[in-house]
């Protein structure tokens, strides 16, 4: 038995169209000289956002019991600002984006025995959020760790009270 070869959809083409007594035409060719409004619309084509990435966030629990959550940021430094309220704490990571919406998901740390609960990036405006809900209110560190073109934006989270 022989392999029969495979048709591409302009071989297709061509052979219908040879049967209809037709010519294979390619796409029309492009206009020598644009109109305005086409040499308008290519003006306003979407500029490269050049912000910082907030790459992946990530959680690990310590051997100290600690919890450690992470993100990390593609790009030049964020300016960072901390807000805590209760069981929440919230740092704002000025004009960074979220490139992946999957990376805007909860990160679930519910059945680890740490007092992180949850720990979420959200974006508001050209900013991003992030938001780690704890079992209780603690006092945590944070530092930005230098990592090779960007950084890593690290809070450590002591571990509960027994």
Known sequence: MTARPRLTWRRRAALCGAALGATLVGPPPAAADPSPEATALAGRAKKQDDRPVASYIGF???SDG???VFVQL???????????????????????????????NPLLALDF??????????????DVNLVIDLRSPVTATEKL????AGANFVVDVPRPAK
Request: cysteine-free; charged content about 25%.
């Open 145 to 148: 760790e230098p990592l090779g």
């Open 66 to 68: 600690s919890a450690r």
């Open 113 to 126: 025995d740490s007092q992180v609960v949850s720990a979420q990036l959200v974006a508001v405006g050209k």
């Open 60 to 62: 690990r629990r310590l």
């Open 74 to 104: 593609t790009g030049k430094p964020a300016t960072i600002t901390k807000r805590a309220a209760g069981n929440r704490l919230t740092y704002t990571l000025g004009e960074v984006r979220v490139s992946l919406r999957n990376n805007r």
